[in-house]
């Protein structure tokens, strides 16, 4: 859906619920690993959802990637290899900025399967997440180093909003309320 979406943020919780219960049909604790540098405007995208919802501190929400900390190419399998560690790893959801085509500007996909961080500029970084959820920053295809350091903050922190907030919304409220909309299915 697109940031300006008036909708967007009940969809997208909504989205992010429906992929959080495939993997855990009740509530668990949650880990976000938000993946970007606060060194490009365009890649700050994680760190901006993960300063975000560190403020919000939702329970239940554990965050990796924020502009103090950021989870970025140079630290990535460290980070991970600490979740691990940690046995925070059960249920990880990452976030990340992508390019893409120039109607899919400003849009967020929730998307299956684990992100694949670098992929857009040929860097080559472990998976991360059980599903991701990108944000669209701006267009692909040349110089994405370039375009990413020039990508409008106007549309990455709006897009950061609504990625957070809905993560708010999903783990808060979509994902309760289909946990117990389940079991009271299940009951004869």
């Known amino acids: 859906m697109h940031v300006d979406?008036?909708?967007?943020?009940?969809i997208l919780g909504k989205a992010i619920a429906a992929h959080l219960a495939s993997f855990a049909p009740s509530p668990e604790p949650v880990t976000l690993v938000c993946v970007g540098s606060d060194r490009s405007t365009g890649d700050a995208l994680g760190p901006l959802v993960g300063t975000r919802l560190s403020r919000m501190a939702p329970p239940g929400l554990t965050v990796y990637g924020t502009l103090e900390r950021p989870v970025h190419a140079a630290n990535l399998a460290e980070r991970l290899a600490d979740l691990r560690r940690q046995g925070k790893d059960r249920l990880v959801v990452a976030v990340d900025a992508?390019?893409?085509?120039a109607e899919n500007v400003g849009t967020v996909c929730v998307k299956s399967g684990p992100l694949k961080p670098g992929s857009g500029v040929n860097k080559a970084l472990p998976p991360v997440g059980r599903f991701h959820i990108v944000g669209v920053v701006n267009v692909g295809g040349f110089m994405e180093y370039f375009?990413?350091?020039n990508t409008r903050l106007s549309l990455v922190m709006r897009l950061a909003e609504l990625i957070a907030d809905s993560l708010v919304d999903s783990v808060t409220?979509?994902?309760p309320k289909?946990?117990?909309q389940a079991a009271a299915a299940r009951e004869p």
Do not use: T
Not at 5 to 10: K, N, W
């Open 178 to 180: 289909a946990a117990a």
């Open 5 to 10: 979406d008036p909708a967007g943020r009940e």
């Open 98 to 101: 992508c390019l893409g085509r």
């Open 173 to 175: 409220r979509h994902w």
């Open 147 to 149: 375009v990413l350091q």
